[in-house]
T-cell receptor
């Protein structure tokens, strides 16, 4: 079974609008971490936001927020006030376990295109 | 702030040649991970090291080997290269005991011709 599922291969949004990128996950481990990364066409993998399974509040980082619904096992990324520079591939990833050296499992990604 | 440094950024090799990719983690990070991202694919975990010892192993071919050195930098050695090894290779580092946030380098794009 897929551990991370991103059902949107591509998303379009107009500049200045908000967009939600979906991510659902599957794990039986009570301790886990969820990550979102941005990969522009240049290829680098840029860390955006992190949510721990025991965190009580949704994570926020500037224009990025993570809508964490534990019971539904979803961790959607919300980008507010989209900018042209947000056009990129976005990956949701999960780390299982509570130690620092657990590998990440990635979803298949969502390509976001921001139009003027 | 210092980030994860990977070298080289681009590498072109012929089939059956060998390649060595280097990774310099963020200072004080003690864990290094290697990922392979094929064209249009999501990154796949290859191998990780904690305190210079292998901590986990993923779908790494036997033709590949890696190690972490005393200064915590890591090298991924790839032998008998195949066309299918063409990919973006990422190194990431983290601090054990932290939140497990892994920060990635800019990647090495390997092209096998």
């Amino acid at each position: 079974a897929q551990k991370i599922t991103q059902t949107q291969p591509g998303m379009f949004v107009q500049e200045k609008e908000a967009v939600t990128l979906d991510c659902t996950y599957d794990t039986s481990d009570p301790s886990y971490g969820l990550f979102w990364y941005k990969q522009p066409s240049s290829g680098e993998m840029i860390f955006l936001i992190y949510q721990g399974s025991y965190d009580q509040q949704n994570a926020t980082e500037g224009r990025y927020s993570l809508n964490f619904q534990k019971a539904r096992k979803s961790a959607n990324l919300v980008i507010s006030a989209s900018q042209l520079g947000d056009s990129a591939m976005y990956f949701c990833a999960m780390r299982e376990g509570d130690t620092g050296f657990q590998k990440l499992v990635f979803g298949t990604g969502t390509r976001l295109l921001v139009s003027p | 702030a210092a980030g994860v440094i990977q070298s080289p950024r681009h590498l072109i090799k012929e089939k059956r040649e060998t390649a060595t990719l280097k990774c310099y983690p963020i200072p004080r990070h003690d864990t290094v991970y290697w990922y392979q991202q094929g064209p249009g694919q999501d990154p796949q975990f290859l191998i990780s090291f904690y305190e210079k010892m292998q901590s986990d192993k993923g779908s790494i071919p036997d033709r590949f080997s890696a190690q972490q050195f005393s200064d915590y930098h890591s090298e991924l050695n790839m032998s008998s290269l195949e066309l299918g090894d063409s990919a973006l290779y990422f190194c990431a580092s983290s601090l054990e005991g932290g939140l497990g946030m892994a920060f990635f380098g800019q990647g090495t794009r390997l092209t096998v011709v």
